[in-house]
């Protein structure tokens, strides 16, 4: 199958290679369908008991947040993206 991407598609997957963020299009591309597959499998699951109980400890944490950010106990936002990207990083590992 072949896809023809926009230019505004192949700009966005260019930078996140040359940011680093990916090795290669082919990867962001990949990940990228990926998360598409985990967010159809998520909205098929909307229901499950599993999910609602996902949903409500994230909407906790999410509100505990918010408290944190108020009070001004905030992470630079680029702490976050390594410790981020790591994680990805050792889930690949794992998974290769």
Known sequence: ???TLSQEQTQVLEALVKHGQYPSLEE????ALLLLIDDVTLSDANNSPNYLAWAEATRKKIDL???QAQR????????VLAQLRDK????REVTA
């Open 1 to 3: 199958m072949q896809i």
């Open 28 to 31: 962001a591309i990949n990940t």
């Open 88 to 91: 990805v990083k050792k889930a």
């Open 72 to 79: 001004g106990e905030v992470l630079n936002v680029e702490d």
């Open 65 to 67: 947040a918010r408290e």
